[in-house]
Every structure is written in structure tokens, then in C-alpha cells.
């Protein structure tokens, strides 16, 4: 009796495997990049030491000329203000500005309204902003009623936080 040749059936065996065992690296690949991308954002979006800088920098504003700006962003056809220069219009003191934020190790402020993104103003905005802007700004949860403002910070450090500032007379 002659023995059959069972060298093909071995070949389909170790193909079925190795796409087996592809299709498992992939999907480990996909779900490990959605973690690490969670776990980039949770240690650089909100932080304590961010929110507490971004509300001394709120803080200074607040104190300040919150209402000019916010009647001058009403007003406005811009979709933000960007504050990063420390205009004399809503600074008192330009170089005190200046001090802050570099004391505080700010790079960019930007006040906008809490329905920036939900009017996909991002794509017109994005080259102006930073796409790593965008993202954060995409990434706020959207207020529920009322028109609110905010300030959005940017650090020197790679972190970002937002805080409220205003909405339809109740300050936070």
C-alpha cells in the first residue's frame, strides 16, 4: 500500500494559522492605538495643573473686561479672539499680560463661544489654529443651553484646558 502525499493538506493548515494569527495582531494594533491615543489625551486635555493656570489666566480676565469681550465677540463675524498678544483693549496692563503668561508657561488663549465646533467652523480654522487645537476644542463637550464663552489655553508643555467663563448670567 502506497502512503498518500499529505504535504498540501499541511500547507492549508499553516496559511489558516498565520491569517489566524494576523487578523488577531491587527485587531491588537487597532485596540492598543485607541488606548495609547486615550491615555495621550487624559494626561494632556484638562489637567488639574492646567485648569488651575488656565482659571488664574480667567481670573485676570474676568476681573477685568469680560463684558467688552464678550460684546465685542458678539459683534464680531470672527469665530474666536484670539488673546495671545494681550491687546490693550481687554489687558490693563499689556506687560503685566505678557508676565502672566509666561510665569504660567502659556503659548496661545483663545476665547470662543461653546458652539465653535458644533458650527464646523474647524475646517476653515484648523491652518490658523493647529490641528492639535482643533482636536481639543472637538473634544469639549458641548454645552447644554444657553450661548456660553470660554477660554481655551494652551501650554508651552503640550497641555490643554478650557474653562467657562460666562453663560446667559451665571459665572462659574
Request: proline share 1%.
Given at each position: ?51 488651575y493656570l ?118 462659574d
Amino acid at each position: 500500500m502506497k502512503k498518500k502525499n499529505i504535504n498540501g493538506f499541511m500547507l492549508t493548515e499553516t496559511l489558516i494559522v498565520a491569517v489566524f494569527v494576523c487578523s488577531v495582531l491587527i485587531l491588537l494594533f487597532t485596540l492598543l492605538q485607541r488606548v495609547e491615543s486615550n491615555f495621550k489625551k487624559t494626561f494632556s486635555y484638562n489637567t488639574a495643573s492646567s485648569l488651575y493656570l488656565t482659571k488664574e489666566f480667567k481670573d485676570y480676565i474676568s476681573n477685568n473686561y469680560l463684558e467688552l469681550l464678550i460684546k465685542d465677540y458678539v459683534e464680531s463675524p470672527d469665530a474666536y479672539f484670539d488673546l495671545t498678544n494681550c491687546d490693550l483693549k481687554y489687558f490693563s496692563s499689556e506687560d503685566y499680560c505678557i508676565n502672566l503668561k509666561e510665569k504660567l508657561g502659556i503659548s496661545r488663549v483663545i476665547f470662543l463661544s461653546s458652539d465653535f465646533y458644533r458650527e464646523k467652523y474647524t475646517d476653515i480654522y484648523s491652518s490658523r489654529l493647529g490641528q492639535d487645537l482643533i482636536d481639543f476644542i472637538d473634544y469639549v463637550n458641548e454645552d447644554e443651553g444657553g450661548k456660553r464663552y470660554r477660554i481655551v489655553v494652551s501650554f508651552k508643555d503640550g497641555t490643554y484646558a478650557t474653562l467657562k467663563l460666562r453663560g446667559d448670567n451665571l459665572y462659574d
